[in-house]
């Protein structure tokens, strides 16, 4: 079951003595909202930390 996996990470240790290496991950999708006269799409993107929405 996935209530029995447990893991014992510090991830700040790890980090510090080159077990685990810090890594950005890219997101990327659509927000559509239904209003009453018309649909809102949203597209968001981000990557490094640096968020880009278009609407």
């Known amino acids: 079951s996935a209530n029995?996996?447990?893991t014992e990470i510090d991830s700040e240790e790890d980090i510090r003595s080159g077990?685990?290496?810090k890594t950005?991950?890219?997101?990327?999708g659509y927000l559509i909202?239904?209003?009453q006269t018309y649909v809102g799409v949203t597209y968001?993107?981000?990557?490094d930390g640096?968020?880009?929405i278009y609407t």
Not at 24 to 28: E, K, P
Not at 44 to 47: R, V
């Open 44 to 47: 968001i993107n981000s990557i």
């Open 33 to 35: 909202q239904e209003c």
């Open 24 to 28: 950005f991950v890219r997101l990327a």
């Open 4 to 6: 029995s996996f447990t």
């Open 50 to 52: 640096n968020c880009y």
């Open 19 to 21: 077990k685990l290496k």
